[in-house]
């Protein structure tokens, strides 16, 4: 089975090309960690909504799309109140990353995450997007290095970094 990490473009763009990866006309699992956007994708996909990203997809049974790893981040960032950067409350966190990314490297069926670029915006000032996007970046270096394709939506175009330089 296939994994694809789509990183990066407006979420209309990026929503339209993750569905495009997946088989047209089989069912879908749309996983939506926060509120379901049902109008982005086809009537007859099923959009489920889930915190708990591993038991989902196992759950599903279909190929999966995963709307979005950030949305999740900052979840389980709420979830396990890791805020604060208390180390203890981060490792808990990132137990929860390593379980899904178990999963994501052995995908049972065809699987697209998207998720936002944090390294090329600005670092936050306030602690709590900071936090944000220190995690997610973790998510999303992870998520790439697992995923059979990485593929970097910028200026209206899908970049395949799979084949990139991983720099560690």
Do not use: C
């Amino acid at each position: 089975m296939s994994t694809t990490l789509i990183l990066g473009g407006t979420a209309r763009s990026a929503r339209r090309y993750a569905a495009a990866l997946l088989p047209a006309g089989s069912p879908v699992t749309v996983v939506f960690p926060g509120e379901p956007m049902t109008d982005q994708y086809p009537d007859e996909w099923t959009t489920v909504r889930a915190d708990d990203l591993t038991r989902t997809i196992l759950r599903g049974r279909t190929p999966v799309l995963i709307d979005s790893l950030e949305t999740w981040v900052s979840g389980l960032l709420d979830h396990y109140d890791a805020w604060s950067g208390d180390e203890a409350r981060l490792a808990t966190v990132r137990e929860a990353i390593a379980e899904f990314g178990a999963l994501w490297m052995h995908a049972p069926y065809d699987s697209v995450a998207l998720s936002r670029e944090v390294g090329l915006t600005a670092i936050p000032e306030d602690d709590r997007n900071r936090r944000l996007r220190d995690v997610l970046e973790e998510v999303n270096a992870t998520v790439s290095v697992i995923s059979k394709r990485t593929h970097l939506i910028v200026a209206g175009r899908a970049l395949d970094l799979s084949d990139s330089v991983r720099i560690d």
